[in-house]
C-alpha cells in the first residue's frame, strides 16, 4: 500500500473510490473501506479503494476540539492496509489550501444550510465541508466516494454538492457500525468516562423510542424524554425530518415520504450524533 502526502501524487493515481476521513480509524471507518474495495472491483476501476485521512481544520467551529480531535496515522496506515485499500492520502493543510492559491469556496446546498440540525449546531461546519470534498476530488481522480450513514446530512450534503457541482463522482453510503451494545462508533467516543459511556447509551435507545409514535412533534418528544431520564447534559436536536431535504415534513409527506429520526447531543462535553429511519415509507396510493 501506497502513502501518498502531495496533491500530484495524488492526482497520478488511476481512477478509484475514495473513503474521506479524518482519521483514528475504528470499525465503522474499516467497514466503509471493505464497501470501497468491493464498489471498486464491481465498477471496473484500477485505482481501486483509496482512503484519504486529513484532520480538516475548515469544518471545525471549535478550534479546542480541532486541538484534542484523536490522531493516530501509523495505526490507520496499518488498519487501511489490512482493508485492501491500495493507497492513502494523508495530505498536510498547506497540501490541501495552498497559502498561495485560494481553495474553491462552492456553495453550501440547501440541505447544508437550511434544516437547522448541524448548520445550525456547528456554524461554517458545512462550508468547510463542502471546501474540503471539492478539493479532495480536484486532487483525487475518483468515480466514486463512500460517507458514512452516521453522519447523515453531511451524506445528503455531499449528494447535493456533486449534483450541484456537476461532478463525475457517485456518492456511495455505507451504513451505520454500532458496539455490541447500540451506540454508534465515533472517534470521539475515546472522549468518553465509563459513567458517561452508559448515559450515550440512551441516544440509542430514543431513537428506538421514536419508532412507536404516529407524528415527528409526538416522536421527537419521546426522544426528549429519553434522552433527558439519562440524563445527557444538552440536546442540540432530537428531530423527525424528511430524509433527503432534511426539512420538517409536511402533511402531504407525512404517510409517503422516507424520514429519518436524527439526535445531537452531549455527553461529558463531547458531541455525539446518531440517526436511524423513521417508520418504512407506505406506498403512495396507485403504486
Ligand atoms: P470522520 O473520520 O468522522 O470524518 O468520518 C469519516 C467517514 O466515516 C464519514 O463518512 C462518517 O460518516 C463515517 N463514519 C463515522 N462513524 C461511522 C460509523 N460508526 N459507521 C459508519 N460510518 C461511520
Known amino acids: 500500500m501506497q502513502t501518498l502526502r502531495t496533491e500530484s501524487e495524488a492526482s497520478g493515481l488511476p481512477p478509484c473510490v475514495l473513503v474521506p476521513t479524518m482519521g483514528a480509524l475504528h470499525e465503522g471507518h474499516l467497514a466503509l473501506i471493505r464497501l470501497g474495495v468491493r464498489e471498486a472491483r464491481r465498477r471496473g476501476l484500477p485505482g481501486g479503494c483509496v482512503v484519504s485521512i486529513f484532520v480538516n481544520p475548515a469544518q471545525f467551529n471549535d478550534p479546542a476540539d480541532f486541538e ?10 496499518r488498519a487501511c492496509e489490512s482493508q485492501g485499500a491500495i493507497a492513502v492520502f494523508a495530505p498536510a493543510a498547506e497540501e490541501v489550501y495552498p497559502p498561495r492559491r485560494p481553495a474553491p469556496q462552492p456553495k453550501v446546498p440547501p440541505v447544508g444550510r437550511e434544516p437547522g440540525l448541524e448548520d445550525r449546531g456547528r456554524p461554517g461546519h458545512f462550508e468547510g465541508v463542502c471546501r474540503v470534498l471539492m478539493r479532495l476530488f480536484e486532487m483525487v481522480p475518483c468515480r466514486g466516494a463512500v460517507f458514512g450513514e452516521k453522519d447523515w446530512q453531511q451524506l445528503q450534503l455531499a449528494r447535493a454538492l456533486v449534483a450541484q457541482e456537476r461532478l463525475d463522482v457517485d456518492i456511495i453510503a455505507g ?15 475515546a472522549h468518553l468516562s465509563p459513567a458517561g459511556r452508559e448515559r450515550a447509551l440512551a441516544i ?39 430524509a433527503e431535504t432534511l426539512m420538517p415534513l409536511d402533511e402531504g409527506e ?25 417508520r418504512e415509507p407506505r406506498p403512495a396510493p396507485g403504486n
Open 254 to 278: 407525512l404517510a409517503h415520504a422516507r424520514a429519518r429520526a436524527l439526535i445531537t447531543a452531549y455527553v461529558d462535553g463531547t458531541r455525539l450524533l446518531d440517526n436511524a429511519p423513521w
Open 175 to 189: 451504513p451505520t457500525v454500532r458496539e455490541a451494545d447500540g451506540l454508534a462508533m465515533s472517534s470521539r467516543n
Open 68 to 77: 484534542r480531535y484523536p490522531r493516530a496515522l501509523e495505526a490507520d496506515l
Open 204 to 242: 440509542h435507545r430514543a431513537l428506538a423510542a421514536a419508532q412507536g409514535h404516529e407524528t415527528p412533534r409526538a416522536a421527537e418528544a419521546a426522544m426528549r424524554e429519553v434522552l433527558l431520564a439519562a440524563p445527557v447534559e444538552r440536546i442540540d436536536y432530537a428531530a423527525v425530518r424528511h
